[in-house]
């Protein structure tokens, strides 16, 4: 059978980032593998995807000045780049559409002429960017799927301090997104809505039958073989009497719970039970610096700082345990990177990291306030170390769990089926992704 022939958009797709445009990336390329693809994407991925060996051929880049310029506007309103994201998502969609109105332009015609068989937008991720091309496209018959789509789950009860840390204050008027110009016509003309995380299917599907039907839980995040070749390589089981240890990996930022991590450990790491990497920099360093002197763990807690994508494996490796008490995290592919390595992770019900896990293949953690979570944490932590055998089998079970459902390679044959139950239309049965990977999803 021929490939299916796709243009896939993603104005963020980037093998030298990380987030967003790494997604783009990885999954545009492993698409490639199975479609005739070609990829559209902004000029600044241009230099970077040369480099990593994409074809010319294989792509077209795009210029959109306006997103230079929101990008600008937004750290400095953000101060920096790594605080308010909320800033950064309002004002990059506002200038989206210039890069969707140059697609069309480039591509009208050929997508008139039938050459393409649909047209998948992966990026941005963001649910509340409307898509210029879904009138267009709608026009001439050739089907659009969106997605993954993720973002806007609540900041939790009893973490306004945090929140106000991130510089967050536009997230109060997040719900003014609804009244976007093209945005319920964008999900009415799309043909499917790929929506990565139960918040976000939530949100997009309440009350609206019409758009139940053409709605496909799939989680944006994936590990690539290629940067973790330990997906395929099973740890030995750890040596008897010896502490665990246990890693963190992330932004030293409030909402990420590094301090929470810290205060649940705290009883274990004394009694020499467990060991603890806390991988990552940020505002909080200080901070948990601080709280190892003052409750002397300085022997039992390291602090690498920060440390590259390439070498993050390296650190996560020596562990056993992946504790991850962050209290708004929308995907999780860090998660996803521990599991890969055969740790037993350790998250909080709230987001997206704890629909990467199913039944047996590590411990998730019930949302609460502070003092609720580092009681949970200490707990979980608590009774994993008592039972090192026990969080090896786990750590193998999520091993394999992200070896079978969660690369790029599986992600693209699951897109694949979206696909051909897109083109197939109703009344084919929707694919029922949830089930088909174990995940247990309300």
Same mark, same amino acid.
């Given at each position: 059978?021929? /490939?299916l022939?796709?243009?896939i958009i !993603?104005e963020?797709?980037?093998p030298?980032?990380?987030s967003?445009?790494?997604?783009?990336?990885?999954?545009?390329?492993a698409? *490639?593998e199975?479609? =005739?693809a070609h990829?559209?994407?902004?000029?600044?991925?241009?230099?970077?995807?040369?480099k *990593?060996?994409?074809s010319?051929g294989?792509?077209?880049?795009?210029?959109? +000045?306006?997103q230079?310029?929101a990008?600008?506007?937004?750290?400095?309103?953000?101060g920096?780049?790594s605080?308010g994201w909320?800033?950064?998502?309002?004002?990059t969609?506002? !200038?989206?559409p210039i890069?969707?109105h140059?697609v $069309?332009? @480039?591509?009208?015609?050929r997508?008139?002429?039938?050459?393409?068989?649909?047209?998948?937008?992966i990026t941005?991720l963001?649910p509340?960017?409307p898509?210029y091309?879904a009138?267009k496209?709608?026009k001439?018959?050739?089907?659009?799927i969106?997605?993954?789509l993720?973002?806007?789950?609540p900041w939790?009860?009893?973490f306004?301090?945090?929140?106000?840390a991130?510089?967050?204050?536009?997230?109060?008027?997040?719900d003014?997104?609804?009244?976007?110009?093209?945005?319920?016509?964008?999900?009415r003309?799309?043909?499917?809505?790929?929506? *990565?995380s139960?918040?976000?299917?939530?949100?997009?599907?309440?009350?609206r039958?019409? &758009?139940? /039907?053409k709605a496909i839980?799939?989680?944006?995040n994936?590990?690539?073989?290629?940067r973790?070749?330990?997906?395929?390589?099973?740890?030995?089981a750890?040596?008897?009497?010896?502490p665990?240890?246990? !890693?963190?990996l992330g932004?030293l930022? +409030?909402?990420?719970g590094a =301090?929470?991590?810290?205060?649940?450990?705290? +009883?274990?790491l004394?009694?020499g039970?467990?060991t603890l990497?806390?991988i990552?920099d940020?505002?909080?360093?200080?901070?948990?610096?601080?709280?190892v002197?003052?409750?002397?763990?300085?022997h039992?807690v390291?602090?690498p700082? $920060?440390v *590259?994508?390439e070498?993050?494996r390296? @650190? &996560? !490796? /020596?562990?056993?345990?992946?504790a991850?008490?962050?209290?708004r995290?929308?995907?999780?592919?860090?998660v996803?990177?521990a599991?890969?390595?055969? &740790?037993?992770?350790v998250?909080i019900?709230?987001?997206?990291?704890?629909?990467?896990?199913?039944d047996?293949?590590?411990?998730?953690?019930?949302m609460?306030?502070?003092d609720?979570?580092i009681?949970?944490?200490? =707990?979980?932590?608590?009774?994993?170390?008592?039972?090192?055998?026990?969080? @090896?089998?786990?750590?193998?079970?999520?091993?394999?769990?992200?070896?079978?459902?969660?690369? $790029?390679?599986?992600k693209?044959?699951?897109?694949?089926m979206?696909?051909?139950?897109?083109l197939q239309?109703?009344p084919?049965? /929707?694919?029922d992704?949830?089930?088909?990977?174990g995940?247990?999803?309300?």
């Amino acid at each position: 059978m021929s /490939k299916l022939r796709v243009l896939i958009i !993603a104005e963020a797709a980037n093998p030298e980032l990380t987030s967003v445009a790494l997604i783009g990336y990885s999954l545009s390329q492993a698409l *490639a593998e199975v479609c =005739d693809a070609h990829l559209v994407t902004e000029s600044r991925n241009e230099d970077a995807l040369l480099k *990593a060996g994409v074809s010319p051929g294989s792509f077209t880049a795009i210029t959109n +000045p306006a997103q230079r310029v929101a990008f600008r506007i937004a750290t400095i309103l953000r101060g920096g780049t790594s605080l308010g994201w909320t800033i950064h998502s309002a004002l990059t969609t506002l !200038a989206y559409p210039i890069f969707e109105h140059k697609v $069309w332009r @480039h591509f009208a015609t050929r997508l008139a002429k039938g050459e393409f068989d649909l047209v998948h937008r992966i990026t941005p991720l963001s649910p509340t960017t409307p898509s210029y091309l879904a009138k267009k496209l709608a026009k001439i018959g050739v089907p659009l799927i969106l997605g993954p789509l993720n973002g806007g789950i609540p900041w939790p009860a009893g973490f306004d301090q945090v929140r106000r840390a991130e510089r967050e204050w536009l997230g109060y008027f997040r719900d003014l997104y609804r009244f976007l110009p093209g945005l319920k016509a964008t999900r009415r003309l799309a043909s499917s809505l790929i929506l *990565a995380s139960r918040h976000t299917y939530g949100e997009v599907t309440a009350g609206r039958a019409e &758009l139940e /039907k053409k709605a496909i839980w799939l989680p944006e995040n994936a590990i690539d073989p290629a940067r973790f070749p330990e997906v395929y390589q099973e740890p030995a089981a750890p040596p008897a009497a010896t502490p665990l240890h246990v !890693a963190f990996l992330g932004r030293l930022v +409030p909402y990420k719970g590094a =301090d929470i991590l810290l205060e649940a450990a705290a +009883p274990l790491l004394r009694a020499g039970r467990m060991t603890l990497e806390i991988i990552g920099d940020g505002p909080q360093m200080p901070e948990l610096k601080a709280i190892v002197a003052r409750e002397n763990l300085v022997h039992a807690v390291a602090f690498p700082g $920060w440390v *590259a994508h390439e070498q993050v494996r390296r @650190h &996560l !490796a /020596k562990a056993r345990i992946f504790a991850f008490p962050s209290v708004r995290e929308f995907g999780g592919g860090v998660v996803l990177e521990a599991m890969a390595l055969g &740790l037993a992770p350790v998250v909080i019900d709230y987001g997206g990291p704890a629909e990467l896990i199913p039944d047996g293949c590590g411990m998730i953690v019930p949302m609460g306030n502070r003092d609720e979570l580092i009681h949970a944490f200490r =707990d979980a932590l608590d009774r994993l170390t008592a039972d090192p055998a026990a969080v @090896h089998a786990t750590g193998l079970r999520a091993q394999r769990h992200v070896r079978a459902h969660f690369t $790029w390679s599986a992600k693209a044959q699951q897109l694949l089926m979206v696909y051909a139950w897109t083109l197939q239309g109703s009344p084919a049965p /929707k694919p029922d992704l949830w089930r088909s990977s174990g995940i247990k999803i309300g």
